[in-house]
């Protein structure tokens, strides 16, 4: 009986854990892509067509991530779904709109006469920048716990800036990685370029974040928790350093250009934990904790056996489709 009590205790914790991967996996893989996205105006039309390339096996996909951490947030915690999309009506319909103008301007650029090619890489673009932007504005009014006052927006437009560049910053990495020759010059120098405003910009909201929710500020200051809690900026700190010495060395174009890529999705990483760490137990800050939002044991029961059928399904395809489109990224060609 206690056993089966515990393992009840435990399903909505099983439940915010898988949710809160799906949304780091996203947010790491749909990430370099839109940042991707977000370069293809810097680039030449030849350029332009080896970029797409580059995502070309994996965008689509990617955005499962999403799908699967939005379903597990209705289903599981139905409560905090109605209350986050709520709050987020807005921002959420114009990421909508961002990832369906992606979508669209991806297809149709292939088939598009010269003339209007361009049309279709600015709606390419557009659509990347626009996802960018209402992503970060809804991290940064969730991490916030939708409060109201002036404060509260000054925030999340912080980071609907800062996300951006660090997408910018991912997507410019993939690119040294999957690209050679003159494209890969320039996406070096593109990451160089982003470096400083992502780091910049983390800064600032990390200081801003303890100050915009006192429940946040309470994790983070109190002892003995702080010391071991200091690794994750530290970490932080040495693997964006780590990055920028690279981005200024010869081997960036050669034997570790995968580096700069694999170092960045650390810093998601450690951004993760330290996010998880501040909200927890809550599924949204102040206001309901993952157990007063989740659905009953026995409804949990059952969503737990679809999501042991899916979830391995998903990673299953990610891994395979990215172990057979690995190395450099050639010439864009269609059949």
Known sequence: MNATMSFDAALPVIFMALMGVSM??????DGYDLGVGMLMHRATDAEKDVMVASIGPFWDANETWLVLGVGILL???PKAHGLVLGELYLPVTLMLIGLTLRGVAFDFRVKARDSHKRTWDRLFFAGS??????QGWMLGRYISGFGTGWNYPVFAAAIAVALPMAYVLMGA???IMKTEGALQERAVQWARTAWAPMVGGMLLISMATPWISPEVRGRWFALPEFLALAAIPLMTG???????????TRMVRGPVCWLPFVLLVMVFVLGFLGLAYSIYPYVVIGQ????QAASSAPALKVILVGVCISVPAIVGYTVFSYRVFRGKTGELRYA
Not at 24 to 29: D, E, F, G, R, W
Not at 288 to 291: E, F, H, K, P, R
């Open 238 to 248: 040495a693997a964006l350093l780590a990055v920028r010495a690279l981005l200024n």
């Open 24 to 29: 780091l996996v996203y947010v790491i893989s």
């Open 288 to 291: 309901l904790t993952i157990w």
């Open 129 to 134: 920048t626009l996802a960018s932007v209402a």
């Open 75 to 77: 289903v599981a915690f």
């Open 173 to 175: 990495a993939w690119l």
